[in-house]
């Protein structure tokens, strides 16, 4: 029988993770009084204008930060003016350019400077799952990335404006054990992870998960801050996945949700909050791959809620169908025993 899975489980673990760049040094954590972020994808041919989108997650619900997998300037824009703070990525293929000062400074002005500050964009992220990639151009371009990123940012007066860039957790080896025995994978370690750390640590800037924080410890970096960049629970699957559905999906958000905000850590990191994005928004009907990439959403595209997970501000579901989660106390079978816990979680 096939085993449950969540976002991390499927593909191979295919978690996200930020690696940020801190621009402001030392800022005290963000208030957390719900403190969740989602992934906002568009591969769907059914979604609704971006503008409607922002402002029904601005006045419906508690979701206080959004992720982007692009700049798409109609999207960046549509956030203007919601207090919703905003993650835009560059693409892969824009990395060899922007590990130019030049290169930085053009994608700055193109994709930053004509939004910021309407739209509060946060953070910029660079690429996505570089590593995975296997393309030596681009992994060994992704640091110098980011730094001249950082620079050009600042150079333009946008200080406040992060820069991070996603990992799947294919950067570490897990042998047998507890999350505490991970490492990052040999040869990646000291050319990749440690000159990035090493930034991260001069910036006082997050990495991610327990997982990555025992591969962060052994190179000696285990004072650099965490975050979850991606995690989520499918609705549906293939014949014969178990463990899938609305109401374990809820729970496992619900569940996250609180453990992200709650305060209470994990065994590694206790007594810490963490910046957390659900994946996903919405169900997106064109995206490729298992049924299940298909249905990892929050909501219907006419925005109607998948399932109950305690987002909404008046907190009333607005139909029937969709099931409430049980209070928050365990995550469903075959999750983690914590969110960002377990080894191949976040």
Not at 23 to 52: C, E, M, Q
Not at 170 to 182: A, D, K, Y
Not at 311 to 338: F, N, R, W, Y
Request: net charge neutral; proline share 9%.
């Amino acid at each position: 029988m096939a085993r449950p899975y969540n976002k991390h489980t499927y593909a191979g673990g295919s978690t996200a993770v930020l690696l940020f760049l801190a621009v402001v040094l030392l800022v005290p954590p963000l208030p957390r009084a719900l403190a969740i972020g989602v992934n906002y994808g568009t591969k769907g041919d059914n979604l609704l204008p971006p503008a409607k989108v922002a402002s029904f997650l601005a006045n419906s619900t508690r979701i206080d930060r959004v992720k982007l997998f692009d700049a798409n300037p109609d999207m960046v824009r549509a956030f203007a003016g919601t207090g919703i703070k905003l993650v835009v990525t560059a693409g892969n293929g824009d990395i060899p350019i922007l590990a130019t000062p030049d290169g930085a400074a053009a994608w700055v002005a193109a994709n930053v400077a004509p939004f910021y500050p309407a739209t509060d964009i946060s953070l910029v992220a660079v690429g996505n799952e570089i590593i995975d990639t296997g393309d030596q151009a681009l992994i060994t371009n992704l640091v110098p990335a980011m730094r001249a990123l950082k620079s050009a940012l600042v150079a333009a007066g946008f200080r406040k404006v992060r820069v991070s860039t996603p990992h799947s957790l294919g950067i570490l080896v897990f042998p047998p054990g507890p999350p505490s025995t991970c490492r990052f994978r040999p040869g990646l370690d000291r050319a990749v992870f440690a000159p990035m750390l090493d930034f991260h640590r001069k910036t006082h800037s997050p990495f991610v998960l327990d997982s990555v924080f025992s591969a962060m410890k052994a190179l000696g970096f285990e004072d650099v801050e965490v975050m979850v960049g991606e995690t989520g629970w499918p609705t549906k699957a293939m014949d014969g996945q178990v463990g899938v559905g609305p109401v374990e999906a809820a729970e496992f958000n619900r569940y996250l949700i609180g453990e992200a905000s709650g305060g209470s850590g994990t065994p590694l990191m206790p007594g810490r909050t963490f910046e957390a994005y659900i994946f996903s928004l919405f169900n997106e009907n064109l995206k490729p791959g298992p049924v299940a990439e298909r249905n990892f959403g929050l909501f219907q595209p006419d925005l109607t809620p998948v399932y109950d997970v305690g987002i909404m501000k008046d907190g009333v579901q607005t139909t029937a169908e969709a099931p409430a989660a049980a209070e928050a106390g365990a995550p469903p079978e075959g999750a983690p025993a914590k969110a960002g816990n377990a080894t191949k979680e976040a």
